[in-house]
């Protein structure tokens, strides 16, 4: 057997299996790879996973809860060629990625950690994530591909249920992919970044609220634009999104109670 192979025991993977554990979640736990994983699975006469992973969840945008996540997917969520479906964010906001975790009824969460370097600095971020065809090929048909950054589209409105759950997968994404501020001058201020037929799709949903430009004046041939809303007009799409949520971002929603009152 090879070396790494010994860094963890029969009794100690069949007791993560018990426990329902995801096989992302075992090789974090481990910190070995998903092959040493699958090798020792083997050997013990395991086939299959036995956990209450739910990944039907986005079968049916008929919540809020699910039109929100799809909206935070869209925005940040990561889709692989090789089924992989994950969502990673900054260490800060771990409660919300066990949320998320959750939300496809994973009980014993364990949530993946490391640095990132970014123009000299460094990053802590937290992840969470599955791989699993029927979820990877859903999430897809929705409109959340592969490589999206400078294709994106807007979804179209026949896959909600109802038109109000549109609100929530926007307030998904502005979660994800939007900036919410106040000024020196007290003005409460969003912007939202995207693709320019991502945000014209938002954008139809606010009528006259929105200032619409590319982000990077520098290369105005790229596909990345942004929307802004200040003054009254934040207001205006904040209060759409977020007054009568149940499920947010935690500081976002504390910037936006600070913007209106």
Same mark, same amino acid.
């Given at each position: 057997?090879?070396?790494?192979?010994?860094?963890?025991?029969?009794?100690?993977?069949?007791?993560?299996?018990?426990?329902?554990?995801?096989?992302?979640?075992?090789?974090?736990?481990?910190?070995?790879?998903?092959?040493?994983?699958?090798?020792?699975?083997?050997?013990?006469?395991?086939?299959?996973?036995?956990?209450?992973?739910?990944?039907?969840?986005?079968?049916?945008?008929?919540?809020?809860?699910?039109?929100?996540?799809?909206?935070?997917?869209?925005?940040?969520?990561?889709?692989?060629?090789?089924?992989?479906?994950?969502?990673?964010?900054?260490?800060?906001?771990?409660?919300?990625?066990?949320?998320?975790?959750?939300?496809? #009824?994973?009980?014993?969460?364990?949530?993946?950690?490391?640095?990132?370097?970014?123009?000299?600095?460094?990053?802590?971020?937290?992840?969470?994530?599955?791989?699993?065809?029927? @979820?990877?090929?859903?999430?897809?048909?929705?409109?959340?591909?592969?490589?999206?950054?400078?294709? @994106?589209?807007?979804?179209?409105?026949?896959?909600?249920?109802?038109?109000?759950?549109?609100?929530?997968?926007?307030?998904?994404?502005?979660?994800?992919?939007?900036?919410?501020?106040?000024?020196?001058?007290?003005?409460?201020?969003?912007?939202?970044?995207?693709?320019?037929?991502?945000?014209?799709?938002?954008?139809?949903?606010?009528?006259?609220?929105?200032?619409?430009?590319?982000?990077?004046?520098?290369?105005?041939?790229?596909?990345?634009?942004?929307?802004?809303?200040?003054?009254?007009?934040?207001?205006?799409?904040? #209060?759409?999104?977020?007054? #009568?949520?149940?499920?947010?971002?935690?500081?976002?929603?504390?910037?936006?109670?600070?913007?209106?009152?």
């Amino acid at each position: 057997m090879a070396q790494k192979d010994l860094k963890f025991s029969d009794k100690t993977l069949l007791e993560l299996l018990k426990q329902r554990h995801t096989l992302y979640e075992i090789t974090d736990i481990l910190g070995v790879c998903r092959s040493t994983v699958a090798r020792r699975m083997k050997r013990l006469g395991v086939s299959t996973f036995d956990y209450k992973l739910d990944v039907t969840v986005f079968d049916s945008i008929d919540t809020e809860e699910k039109a929100y996540w799809l909206g935070f997917m869209f925005a940040d969520g990561y889709v692989s060629k090789n089924y992989a479906v994950s969502l990673t964010l900054k260490e800060s906001d771990r409660s919300h990625i066990e949320r998320f975790a959750r939300f496809f #009824n994973i009980r014993n969460i364990h949530i993946g950690k490391g640095i990132a370097k970014l123009n000299n600095k460094e990053y802590k971020y937290c992840r969470w994530g599955i791989k699993n065809k029927h @979820l990877h090929d859903t999430l897809c048909f929705l409109g959340c591909v592969q490589n999206k950054s400078l294709i @994106l589209k807007f979804p179209a409105k026949e896959i909600f249920k109802n038109q109000g759950l549109i609100y929530d997968f926007i307030r998904g994404y502005v979660d994800g992919d939007g900036c919410l501020w106040i000024n020196k001058k007290d003005v409460l201020i969003l912007e939202i970044i995207g693709t320019e037929e991502f945000l014209k799709g938002i954008q139809s949903y606010f009528p006259d609220k929105f200032t619409f430009g590319h982000k990077d004046k520098r290369h105005p041939d790229s596909n990345t634009y942004r929307l802004i809303a200040c003054s009254q007009n934040a207001k205006d799409v904040t #209060n759409k999104l977020y007054k #009568n949520a149940t499920i947010y971002l935690e500081r976002k929603y504390l910037k936006y109670k600070i913007g209106v009152s």
